[in-house]
């Protein structure tokens, strides 16, 4: 069984950063993916990053290409998403997520791909 727990939400200004992290607990796959994922209120839940977990390869949705920056520890099983030049349209909750093997029927950008989801943080951005 795998738990994440994510941390490092809040609620900052327009322009400011904030650095998320998702500690991961239990067995995934060294080459299994993690991402970052978002959920607006009234909204569905939206992919926001990945990071292929031992090649480190990356992907952004286009909203935060250039603002956001995702990487890992694979010492501390901690992913991480750096989040700069915070705008208002980035509040939402954040989730972390993580599969146990990762099959690529979905896309790494699909909420499909994933098993294991954290509770989520609040980041909240004002204008």
């Known amino acids: 069984q795998v738990e994440l727990v994510e941390s490092g939400g809040g609620l900052v200004q327009a322009g400011g950063s904030l650095r998320l992290s998702c500690a991961a607990s239990g067995r995934l796959m060294s080459t299994a993916p993690m991402a970052w994922f978002r959920q607006a209120p009234g909204k569905e839940r939206e992919f926001v990053s990945a990071?292929?977990?031992?090649?480190?390869?990356?992907d952004y949705a286009d909203s935060v290409k250039g603002r956001f920056t995702i990487s890992k520890d694979d010492a501390k099983n901690t992913l991480y998403l750096q989040m700069n030049s915070l705008k208002p349209e980035d509040t939402a909750v954040y989730y972390c997520a993580a599969c146990s093997f990762y099959t690529g029927v979905y896309s790494i950008r699909s909420l499909r791909a994933y098993d294991y989801w954290g509770q989520g943080t609040q980041v909240t951005v004002s204008s």
């Open positions: 990071i292929r977990w031992s090649g480190g390869g990356t």
